[in-house]
């Protein structure tokens, strides 16, 4: 079974600088997906990022890089310029390949505050 | 807005109870998934179905059920609801079933149970 750690309970930033999130997942899988959702006060669940396992390079969203490391299982995320509407929860999450579905698991999540 | 709809927002029954969340997916998605986000277990994935066919099990209890309709509408029921039972219920959906899918979420249904 997969497992995904998010360490950091909590974490805050100043508006404008960055910031990194740290998420780190067990797997014997060789290809899946990384996900960073982003879960504000509104509750929806947005999706940030994505990164294709099998895919070197890290991927990019506007602000939103991820470092993905796949021999040590690692999958930050950084935000640049942060902003006062990136507060929210954020959640790391793996998907595998399969044919059993499309199931996410989630790591339990790291509440970022953006401070003025 | 994702395009999923959730209805109810919010649900306050009691225990024992037997409730019933609906989710209309985007339009054209063909896989709708059910997650449970409650503060002792996380986000847990409970099922998909795709194009009315049951596709994948998570931690679904006995207790609930889902299925899809031919509209592609799809309704999770939760019966002898328990304290425990709180938490707020994700739909999402996705075109199809494919490795590569990105997931669309609902705002959820908080269900209360007191």
């Known amino acids: 079974a997969q497992t995904v750690t998010q360490s950091q309970p909590e974490m805050s930033v100043q508006e404008a600088e960055t910031v990194t999130l740290s998420c780190t997942y067990d797997?014997?899988?060789?290809?899946?997906?990384l996900f960073w959702y982003k879960q504000p006060p509104s509750r929806q669940m947005i999706l940030v990022i994505r990164q294709e396992a099998y895919k070197q390079q890290n991927a990019t969203e506007n602000r939103f890089s991820v470092n993905f490391q796949k021999a040590a299982k690692s999958f930050s995320l950084k935000i640049s310029d942060s902003q006062l509407g990136d507060t929210a929860m954020y959640f790391c999450?793996?998907?595998?390949?399969?044919?059993?579905?499309?199931?996410?698991?989630f790591g339990g999540g790291t509440r970022l505050m953006v401070k003025p | 807005d994702s395009g999923v709809t959730q209805t109810p927002k919010h649900l306050i029954t009691a225990t024992g109870q037997r409730v019933t969340l609906r989710c209309s997916p985007r339009?054209?998605?063909?896989?709708v998934y059910w997650y449970q986000q409650s503060l002792d277990q996380g986000l847990q994935f409970l099922i998909q179905y795709y194009n009315g066919e049951e596709r994948a099990k998570g931690n679904i209890l006995e207790r609930f059920s889902a299925q899809q309709f031919p509209d592609l509408h799809s309704e999770l029921n939760l019966s002898s609801l328990e304290l425990g039972d709180s938490a707020l219920y994700f739909c999402?959906?996705?075109?199809?079933?494919?490795?590569?899918?990105?997931?669309?979420f609902g705002s959820g249904t908080q269900l209360s149970v007191l």
């Open positions: 797997t014997s899988e060789n290809n899946y997906y």
């Open positions: 339009s054209g998605d063909l896989s």
């Open positions: 999450a793996f998907m595998k390949q399969g044919n059993a579905g499309n199931m996410l698991t």
């Open positions: 999402a959906s996705s075109p199809r079933t494919g490795f590569n899918e990105k997931l669309f």
